[in-house]
């Protein structure tokens, strides 16, 4: 695509660093294709070895969207050999974001359709502006929808996740965070300061900790009750295999000791 490309951002805080990725395409709505992916998913493999990285805030390019989807013009020429190859990368470039072993926080602005609401559900929080629009429109071009749209019933609940493929039909931002499929809404102008806030959240907790809680959380959905509490225990006991426990508690106690 003419003009398309990726943007990475690199901020040095306190303890680490947060990776700003902006999905940059705005006279496409921020369309993703087949080279953008591609890219996409080299940028998310490079940000994972970072052991300095605490987040990752990904976002689109200006007001209109944050991701408008796939490509139709490409999806429109496939056969089933291609068609099997590109939504293959359609769903690294969704996963890679749930493998990444720091929260990524999706920003909202504009429409999130077809692919890029996959997107955003595999990412750990989506933060939306009050201009922001949901859909997952593959029926009326006559494909289903799949990949991480597997990821919806699990935050929407069945009905709403088969109201939103079955129909096709697009909803807003407060129908959005009322289905529990944003965590919050905000005016456009506010967005950035709702992000930072989940920001400084995360870069206040302990770096490792953030990191098997993301972990822990994964593997807690393809577990039963009992074998997610088991998978539970055996990770707080790791927590302890680092100072970082200690180090906090002390810290937290000292803090609150009575003054004399």
């Not at 591609?38 to 940028?43: K, L, N, Q």
């Not at 750990?124 to 029926?139: H, I, K, L, Q």
Request: net charge neutral.
């Amino acid at each position: 695509m003419e003009d398309a490309a990726l943007a990475l951002r690199l901020v040095p805080r306190e303890g680490g660093a947060v990776a700003y990725v902006t999905v940059s395409n705005p006279k496409r709505l921020n369309v993703l294709d087949t080279p953008l992916m591609t890219a996409f998913v080299a940028v998310i493999e490079t940000l994972g070895v970072s052991d300095a990285l605490r987040a990752v805030v990904l976002s689109g390019e200006g007001d209109k969207a944050f991701i408008g989807g796939i490509d139709i013009r490409e999806m429109a020429s496939l056969d089933p050999l291609a068609a099997r190859a590109l939504i293959t990368l359609v769903h690294r470039t969704c996963d890679g974001l749930r493998k990444l072993p720091v929260p990524v926080i999706a920003r909202i602005d504009g429409y999130a359709l077809g692919g890029g609401l996959e997107i955003a559900a595999a990412c750990d929080m989506r933060v939306a502006s009050t201009r922001a629009r949901f859909g997952m429109p593959e029926v009326k071009v006559g494909i289903p929808s799949v990949v991480e749209a597997a990821l919806l019933p699990q935050l929407i609940g069945w009905g709403h996740t088969r109201e939103l493929l079955l129909c096709g039909d697009m909803i807003d931002a407060a129908t959005a965070e009322r289905w529990g499929l944003v965590e919050e809404v905000v005016a456009p102008e506010a967005l950035d300061a709702a992000v930072e806030r989940r920001v400084a959240a995360l870069l206040a907790a302990g770096p490792r900790a953030v990191r098997l809680q993301k972990a822990l959380i994964r593997t807690w959905e393809g577990l039963s009750p009992a074998e997610a509490v088991a998978a539970g225990i055996d990770c707080f006991v790791d927590a302890w295999t680092t100072d970082e426990p200690a180090r906090r508690m002390s810290a937290f106690l000292e803090r609150r000791r009575p003054r004399k």
